[in-house]
């Protein structure tokens, strides 16, 4: 077992500890710096060859062959309609390249990688050799991770809080509440992660509730939230520090340049501020509705410790900006400020002029 598991007060959730008792505490300290987080819930699969990057970037929607040792980034894979797969984040030292997923996508990702290797130089492996403590940078939880690992960190650094190099941002936010966003997840051997618990002084352990409420309240997708069968990159703003716009080709390539340039996204992420008088936290997958109408479902939701209850929810693109939307629990209905991530025009950026239509009357004649 864990030592983070076996830590006072932890309560087990679907994966790994939901939180140790106090989890709005734990999420402040998760958020100053002074917490780090057992991502149980997260694995990693493993690269190794020489042709690791360059077959990785002919296959994904990021730019990784050149990726630098020590360098952080993330891709997904998508299918022939651009829809999402398979989400990742990407660190490399130089002779592997880590993958970092959503536990539940490790093995179907590593399937999928198996059968596009052809006779590429690569050796793919969902291992349990490697394990994901997160943490923000900036304070105490960063220092005892670099004390402890030493020469022999490995840290992926989240790139949500910049719109990457041939990325693109979709929300029109003046504060982008991810440029604030300082997670880091450390790669790391159960012995590894042992010994943070052991030498972690007055760092405490925080929960995985505590984590996503932070992602939350980021904007940040996630492939096991807010993916669904169509989900597109456009609709969650995953442009931002997934795709790399002005690569070559890759499946799936040809509708994200036709949305981007001359289309729109179906659909768009909204953040939800809930009320909070009923005290009750809707489920991924709960309907949202404007008025009377079914408009789309929510995706996240958590207990934000400066916010309240906060949701992120994918709604039709033909939901105004203005509507006051509201989620129903049974008997209950909760109201639902929206704040527009993905607005209605998203898209369409090639700016290509409407042709003059001809007239089909006849010529006149002299």
């Not at 983070?4 to 710096?33: C, K, N, T, W």
């Not at 990726?67 to 130089?94: C, F, K, N």
């Not at 290797?117 to 105490?140: C, H, K, P, S, Y």
Request: with cysteine; charged share 20%; hydrophobic share 45%.
């Amino acid at each position: 077992m864990s030592r983070f598991a076996s830590l006072p007060g932890a309560v087990a959730g679907h994966h790994g500890i939901a939180h140790y008792g106090e989890p709005l505490r734990e999420q402040r300290a998760l958020d100053r710096g002074t917490a780090f987080a057992e991502l149980a819930d997260r694995a990693v699969v493993a690269l190794t060859g020489p042709e690791r990057l360059t077959w990785l970037n002919s296959i994904t929607s990021q730019a990784v062959d050149r990726l630098p040792a020590g360098a952080s980034t993330e891709l997904l894979v998508l299918d022939v309609q651009g829809r999402v797969e398979h989400a990742a984040g990407v660190y490399d030292d130089g002779e592997t390249t880590y993958l970092l997923v959503d536990i539940d996508d490790a093995e179907p990702l590593s399937t999928w990688l198996l059968r596009m290797r052809f006779r590429a130089q690569v050796e793919i492996a969902a291992t349990t050799d490697w394990v994901l403590v997160g943490f923000n940078a900036g304070g105490a939880a960063e220092a005892v991770v670099t004390a402890v690992l030493g020469d022999d960190a490995r840290i992926w650094v989240d790139p949500w809080s910049v719109v990457t190099p041939g990325g693109w941002q979709y929300s029109h936010a003046a504060e982008h509440p991810g440029a604030d966003r300082s997670w880091r997840e450390a790669i790391v051997t159960p012995a590894q992660r042992d010994a943070l618990i052991a030498q972690r002084g007055s760092v405490t352990a925080a929960g995985l509730l505590s984590v996503d409420a932070l992602r939350i309240a980021a904007w940040r997708p996630r492939w096991a939230n807010e993916r669904d069968d169509r989900v597109i990159p456009h609709e969650v703003d995953w442009l931002r520090s997934a795709v790399h716009l002005n690569k070559g080709c890759y499946r799936g390539q040809e509708t994200v340049a036709k949305v981007h340039n001359l289309g729109h996204p179906p659909r768009r992420l909204v953040m939800l501020h809930l009320d909070g008088s009923d005290s009750v936290i809707p489920a991924p997958g709960t309907t949202v509705y404007d008025g009377e109408d079914e408009v789309g479902v929510v995706t996240s939701a958590a207990m934000h410790h400066e916010l309240g209850p906060i949701a992120l929810a994918i709604v039709s693109r033909r939901v105004p900006a203005e509507s006051s939307l509201s989620v129903r629990l049974d008997d209950v209905v909760i109201s639902a400020a929206q704040e527009v991530i993905v607005p209605a025009d998203a898209g369409a950026t090639a700016n290509v002029p409407r042709l003059t239509r001809l007239s089909r009357r006849p010529l006149k004649q002299d």
